[in-house]
């Protein structure tokens, strides 16, 4: 059963550019969240996702960042216009529910560098 | 504002002591703490919880400490060994309302030593 998987791993992005992270849950996971993790910081909640429906973005910045898990295919961390203050870890997590006994799994992250 | 708080973001042990990572919160509201481990380059992986009705939950050599008065929690890792070396992040939720939005310290790079 494969884990977490989050692609790319790296990206490189010049300012202004658009940056878009991919992430698929585990097999049989419906429940996705994603965190951002600036350098020396801890992970922060950004947004929770269920298919086709945003549940909670109280962690989104409110321009240029945006996020889908479409019926078909990954969830979609979107981040228009990236500036240098993007540059960090984003973190995809997802598990079965969201009973908190429900353990999130994450994947490896995705390392955006902001140029 | 920093709710939950690991004050130290190093700590060196060696081969076959005792590890204790602690970790601090101000949140009244979180009941729910988690540690996870983490590795260069990897995400982070589950090691442990506990629930607020508890002080101890114990899992092989991983045991975790509640002290809800004084808002404190520690992970004791007994014995320590080198493949041990890795962060570790201490999380903490509420049962109400979010309770699948995790909060994180810093981190604390622990190595062990052979």
Redesign the interface.
């Known amino acids: 059963n494969a884990g977490v998987m989050q692609n790319p791993r790296h990206l490189v992005r010049r300012r202004g550019q658009e940056a878009r992270l991919r992430c698929s849950p585990m097999k049989g996971h419906s429940h996705v969240y994603w965190y951002r993790q600036l350098p020396e910081e801890g992970l922060k909640f950004m947004v929770y996702l269920q298919k086709e429906n945003i549940i909670d973005e109280s962690g989104m910045p409110k321009e240029r960042f945006s996020a889908e898990f479409p019926k078909e295919g990954p969830s979609i961390l979107r981040i228009q216009q990236v500036v240098r203050g993007d540059s960090a870890a984003y973190f995809c997590a997802s598990s079965p529910g969201t009973r908190i006994s429900n353990e999130q799994f994450f994947g490896p992250g995705t390392r955006l560098t902001v140029l | 504002d920093q709710q ?1 708080k ?1 004050n130290s973001p190093s700590l060196s042990v060696q081969e076959g002591r005792i590890s204790i990572l602690n970790c601090d919160y101000t949140n009244s509201m979180f009941d ?1 703490f988690l540690w ?1 481990k983490k590795y260069p ?6 090691l442990i ?1 506990i629930s607020s009705i508890k002080d101890k939950n114990e899992d092989g050599r991983f045991t975790v400490f509640l002290n809800k008065s004084a808002k404190h929690l520690s992970l004791h890792i007994v014995p320590s060994q080198p493949g041990d070396s890795a962060v570790y ?1 201490c ?1 903490a ?1 509420s ?1 109400g309302g ?10 604390t790079l622990l190595t062990v030593n052979p």
């Open positions: 939950v690991q729910y996870y380059a990897e995400g982070p992986t589950f919880s992040f999380a939720a049962r979010s309770n699948y939005k995790l909060t994180f310290g810093k981190g």
